[in-house]
């Protein structure tokens, strides 16, 4: 597959990782090409069979104490978190056909494509297919591009009336926001559609 627009390549395949055998031949063949990438400054991240950046990790993301499963009730331990958008919104394989998390809300949705579907449809018109508008709009607004291991955090979340009105975007670490992001879908997970909620801002110890 040739791939433009990469503002980020992954370490080389750490040939002793289990993961292998549990990919599919498709997945695994475009990351013995590239092992995992950022395309169009932060607009798509597909992750890499590594250990390290851990915020590249595909093992980390379907394994072990941070999986995303395990924080997500409407994902399986089988399924591939193979990449995510910028604003950490998951792009999952399950059974060859990619769904979408929306990691605000936990919404699951199939997008009724296969692999190699989705990345001709990310590559033909990346802007609409991977809802790279906030990302345009932090671009504009700070004159630079999403560093390797950074997502944008929306405040409103855009789950929310307020963002109608417009969001704050800002660049986050990958963990910090899927860990933000799946406990805000925990609490929404208990609301009916209209009903009000807070967002307490709490500072961490670091500031």
């Known amino acids: 597959m040739e791939l433009s627009n990469i503002t980020f390549a992954g370490p080389p395949i750490e040939e002793s990782s289990s993961l292998e055998a549990t990919l599919p031949r498709n997945l695994l063949e475009l990351l013995r090409q590239v092992n995992g990438f950022i395309q169009h400054g932060g607009g798509l991240h597909v992750r890499g069979i590594c250990s390290n950046p851990e915020w590249h990790s595909l093992a980390l993301a379907m394994q072990g104490p941070n999986a995303l499963y ?85 405040y409103p979340p855009y789950c929310t009336a307020e963002a109608e009105n417009g969001v704050h975007l800002a660049s986050v670490p990958v963990a910090d926001a899927i860990a933000y992001l799946a406990h805000l879908s925990s609490c929404l997970r208990n609301l009916k559609e209209g009903d009000a909620f807070d967002i307490k801002i709490i500072s961490s110890p670091s500031g």
Request: proline fraction near 7%; include cysteine; hydrophobic fraction near 35%.
């Open 70 to 154: 395990l924080s997500y009730p409407e994902l399986f331990p089988t399924d591939i978190p193979f990449a995510q958008d910028c604003l950490a919104d998951q792009f999952i394989l399950r059974d060859g056909v990619v769904f979408r998390l929306e990691s605000e809300t936990g919404n699951l949705e199939c997008l009724g494509i296969s692999l190699s579907n989705f990345f001709e449809r990310s590559q033909e018109d990346p802007i609409e297919f991977l809802s790279m508008h906030p990302l345009l709009q932090y671009q504009s607004e700070n004159q630079t591009y999403l560093e390797p291991g950074k997502v944008l955090h929306a």
